[in-house]
Each structure stands twice: as C-alpha cells, then as structure tokens.
C-alpha cells in the first residue's frame, strides 16, 4: 500500500483547507487515520474513519473543527480542516491499519509523506 498526501499549504488564521490522501493498492476493510506533527513536538493523533466511511473519531483538539471522511470508489480519505488556528500549523500524514479504530501511530502500518499546513495569526 502507497499513499500520497495533498492539499497542504499557507492559509491565515480562520480559513480553510482540504487535505487529501490517495491510496494505491488493497485497503479494502482498513481503518484510515490522519496525524501530524508540529516543529519540535511528538506526532499527534488527529482523526480517523473506518473502512466503511460509517465510523469516524475526531482528536479534542479538532473536535467541531475538521471532518474526515472516505471515498471508498477513489481509495482516498479527506480531512476538511476550518476555522483553522496558528497550533494547527504542522506536517499532516496520512496512515492506514488493519485494526479497527485505532488511535495510536505505533499501530498503523503504512504512512504517506506527509503535507505541511502554516496557519498565519
């Protein structure tokens, strides 16, 4: 399993983003999940969706704020991020796992790239 990360960028305090990520190769009945880690922080758990698309859990932190969600058709999960804040600002990842649910990066198995998001004040 290959995944590409996209839609990163530079965007003021407020605004919105959409980041998606493309999956190339059988992810059928895996738990899809978004991270991202700050300059001198630990990676941080953000969302995740199911394989399905019926299940989806959200971090405190982007509670209200981000939605992901699954084109199952596409093999491509999408985190829309609004009212976007400067602690926001990060490299955002994308990862897929066979278990269900899962919210620690330790148990997912393939990771994308990532893309960077900058959140201006």
């Known amino acids: 399993v290959q995944l590409q990360a996209s839609g990163g960028g530079l965007v003021q305090a407020g605004g919105s983003l959409r980041l998606s990520c493309a999956a190339s190769g059988r992810t059928f009945g895996y738990t899809m999940g978004w991270f991202r880690q700050a300059p001198g922080k630990e990676r941080e758990f953000v969302a995740t969706i199911n394989w399905n698309g019926g299940t989806t859990y959200n971090a405190d932190s982007v509670k209200g704020r981000f939605t992901i969600s699954r084109d199952s058709a596409k093999n491509t999960v999408y985190l829309q991020m609004n009212s976007l804040k400067p602690e926001d600002t990060a490299v955002y990842s994308c990862?897929?796992?066979?278990?269900?649910?899962?919210?620690?990066?330790?148990?997912?198995?393939?990771w994308g790239q990532g893309t960077l998001v900058t959140v201006s004040s």
């Open positions: 990862a897929v796992t066979p278990r269900v649910g899962p919210t620690k990066a330790s148990e997912y198995v393939y």
